[in-house]
């Protein structure tokens, strides 16, 4: 996609998450978007075509191009995602994201530590260890902030792979991409060494023990904090647009 389609494509994409074009409401016509995005018609088109793949829209002949309801919008592609996580709503998309973790990630934990063979657990206490390193690098270079939250990802990966179970890592790929560009608000430095890494060795050692109950209940118990980390940005969010809100003069 050429950057006048991916220009023209995320000022649509998001005026219909800020509320512009809202649930049932027609799109202007071609003429009227290639006069304002200052683009050509076949831009238009393919943008729209675009909009329509990721559930924001439907193209209705003769009707024009109608705002979907929120539910149909992709949750998973980036430029959604992206629009989502800059506005109001993205407290509850993070929310969504990890209640579809802990529905699928406790049981993942549990499998893994019934199946996983040697080579599994090695590569899981790789992970692990690489997630060490990047954490004390973090600490002393905001550069590498990044890779820490890469390394975690990779972590569950791997822990769903050495599940054995190939349509459950499918299912869960999608979480994991969007929240490697989402984990920024739920990231808390501060806790990472007396909090996030202890969880996380303490999932590496129940599936390397072979002890299902222990590496669901370790799982469970992260998956939780990071939730709770959840409900400290959406506190957080709510008492900044409180603050920005106009003052209304007193009688």
């Known amino acids: 996609m050429s950057r006048l389609h991916e220009r023209a494509l995320r000022l649509v994409i998001g005026d ?21 995005w200052d683009v050509s018609r076949g831009t238009v088109r393919e ?8 559930g924001l829209v439907e193209v209705r002949h003769g009707h024009g191009t109608i705002v979907r309801p929120e539910d149909r919008w992709s949750r998973f592609d980036s430029d959604v995602v992206a629009a989502l996580l800059s506005g109001k709503r993205a407290a509850a998309l993070l929310g969504e994201y990890l209640e579809c973790r802990r529905i699928l990630e ?18 899981l206490s790789a992970a ?15 550069a590498a902030e990044e890779r820490y939250r890469e390394s975690d990802i990779d972590f569950h ?9 190939p349509t ?17 608000a739920l990231a808390r430095p501060q806790e990472r060494f007396v909090r996030g890494l202890p969880e996380h060795e303490r999932i590496l050692e129940a599936i390397a023990e072979h002890d299902p109950d ?34 209304r003069p007193r009688d």
């Open 106 to 123: 406790v049981e993942a934990a549990g499998l893994a530590a019934e199946r996983a063979c040697d080579r599994a657990v090695v590569k």
């Open 214 to 247: 222990a590496a669901r209940e370790a799982m469970r118990t992260h998956l939780l904090t990071v939730e709770g980390y959840l409900r400290e940005y959406g506190q957080g969010t709510r008492r900044g647009r409180a603050r920005n809100l106009p003052h």
């Open 128 to 142: 692990f260890a690489k997630m060490e390193v990047t954490a004390r690098s973090a600490q002393v270079n905001p």
């Open 16 to 36: 219909v998450v800020a509320g512009v074009y809202k649930e049932g409401d027609t799109l202007p016509n071609e003429k009227a978007l290639q006069e304002e």
């Open 47 to 54: 943008s729209l075509q675009r909009l329509e793949e990721r």
């Open 157 to 165: 990966r791997e822990i769903v792979r050495a599940a054995g179970n």
């Open 168 to 184: 459950l890592g499918q299912v869960t790929e999608p979480i994991h991409r969007a929240l490697g560009s989402a984990f920024g």
